[in-house]
Each structure stands twice: as C-alpha cells, then as structure tokens.
Nanobody
Framework: QVQLVESGGGLVQPGGSLRLSCAAS????????MSWYRQAPGKERELVSS????????SYTDSVKGRFTISRSNAKNTVYLQMNSLRPEDTAVYYC?????????WGKGTLVTVSS
C-alpha cells in the first residue's frame, strides 16, 4: 500500500534552515508528481510546493518563493523540501501529498517550529 513518511522537522530560529524528506513506498514513485502542504495552527491546509514526476517543473506558493526548494530523487523514492530563511509564519505541520488514480494520499506530517 502507499506510504508517505515525512521527517526532518524540528525547532529552528528565525533565519535558519531545515530540510524535510518524504520517503515514499507502495507505488512507482518516478511516475507521479509530488507535493508538500502545510497546516499552521488554526488555519487551513495550504499547498506549499509541487514537483513533476521527472523533476522538470516545480511550483511554489508566493510566500515561500526564493526561500524554499523542492527536489526529488527517483532512485531513492524520496521528495525533499529545503527551507531557508525560515520565518515564524512558516511554523506548521508539513505534509507530503500524492494524488494517484484519483485517490489522495497524505503522510502523517512533520512539525516545523520557527521561534527564537
């Protein structure tokens, strides 16, 4: 079955960096685009970034452009989110997302806290 397992979250000071990873299994990873979402306390879940199956196209929500970079390793079945210049408003649970054959799959999330 499809499994998405996020890691790499934690507490970081404003201006710091973190790299999130999402290890995928149970499907042919190289055939599917992947996304990162986040949900801040008391807010709706929002799309942060997406990457196509071969990694040739990436997109970002405006608030993270120039600070976050999505990438993937199809050899390792893993998608990454490099987050630089972190701000307190980036505090959220970050989720890995896959849509496959009309079905949505979510990881359990990893908490990122940006605070001094």
């Amino acid at each position: 079955q499809v499994q998405l397992v996020e890691s790499g979250g934690g507490l970081v000071q404003p201006g710091g960096s973190l790299r999130l990873s999402c290890a995928a299994s149970g499907f042919t990873f190289s055939m599917y685009g992947m996304s990162w979402y986040r949900q801040a306390p008391g807010k709706e879940r929002e799309l942060v970034s997406s990457i196509t199956s071969a990694g040739g196209s990436r997109s970002y929500t405006d608030s993270v452009k120039g600070r976050f970079t999505i990438s993937r390793s199809n050899a390792k079945n893993t998608v990454y989110l490099q987050m630089n210049s972190l701000r307190p408003e980036d505090t959220a649970v970050y989720y890995c997302f896959l849509r496959r054959a009309g079905v949505d799959y979510w990881g359990k999330g990893t908490l990122v806290t940006v605070s001094s």
